[in-house]
């Protein structure tokens, strides 16, 4: 007998309280298929997957509409399937946080006495986690130090952009981030990456920000070369 291929290894979160539902959904099996756990061409079926997050069908659609959004799912004549992320996506989406970030660091400089407490608030939480050995804050405070730039620039349309796209880097952060032995480093990177932005360097930050996110970049590509194809186009 074949084994269920919506079924992987890691455990299923059971879902919180509403409204919530579809966004803790959306969140679990993001990171199945940007880890690659569910494969490519896997068809999500909707009352499998209520069972299995004890919801009601409800949120599993509005679950899977967010990632039809972001381009990790497609809708075919018999329901939903994974797509999950090609080398084409991750250029894709690395070449548009490039566009968009590079914007967001120079409108920070630009902006007269920004604040930047929400940026360094971010960082205290990256070394507690750093130093409790904790990647998945670590993860998640790492990507309110970059969400920070969008809110300072003032932008509306900008930090959209970013915020549609935000769940899915988070995935892919968590794969990059799982490579790293140390990442001491990384946040090191993060500190000097704000110093010069406080201090209007634009050479230096916009220098900073394309190593950091071309570092980012290759590491998510390798992940994606060792452990197989995590979409097609």
């Not at 880890?35 to 079926?45: E, I, N, P, R």
């Not at 902006?111 to 070394?127: G, I, N, Q, S, V």
């Amino acid at each position: 007998m074949m084994a269920d291929p919506m079924i992987w290894s890691a455990p299923v979160a059971l879902a919180p309280s509403a409204p919530k539902l579809g966004e803790h959904v959306a969140q679990e099996l993001r990171r199945a298929i940007i880890s690659g756990a569910l494969a490519h061409d896997t068809h999500l079926v909707e009352s499998r997957l209520s069972e299995m997050f004890g919801v009601s069908r409800g949120p599993v659609r509005d679950a899977l509409t967010r990632l039809s959004e972001e381009g990790l799912v497609e809708s075919r004549r018999r329901g939903t399937y994974v797509r999950g992320l090609s080398i084409d996506d991750i250029e894709e989406l690395y070449s548009l946080r490039q566009l968009i970030e590079t914007d967001a660091v120079l409108r920070c400089i630009d902006t007269p006495d920004a604040d930047f407490t929400p940026a360094k608030d971010a960082l205290e939480r990256m070394r507690e986690a750093l130093s409790n050995g904790d990647a998945s804050t670590f993860a998640q405070a790492d990507l309110g130090f970059h969400s920070s730039f969008y809110t300072v620039a003032g932008h509306r349309r900008i930090e959209a952009i970013w915020l549609q796209y935000r769940p899915t880097f988070a995935g892919m952060l968590e794969v990059t981030n799982a490579q790293d032995d140390n990442l001491t480093p990384t946040m090191e990177d993060h500190d000097v990456l704000l110093d010069s932005v406080i201090a209007g360097d634009r050479s230096k930050a916009l220098d900073l920000l394309g190593e950091h996110l071309e570092g980012s970049r290759r590491r998510m590509l390798d992940a994606y070369e060792r452990n197989g194809a995590v979409g097609v186009d």
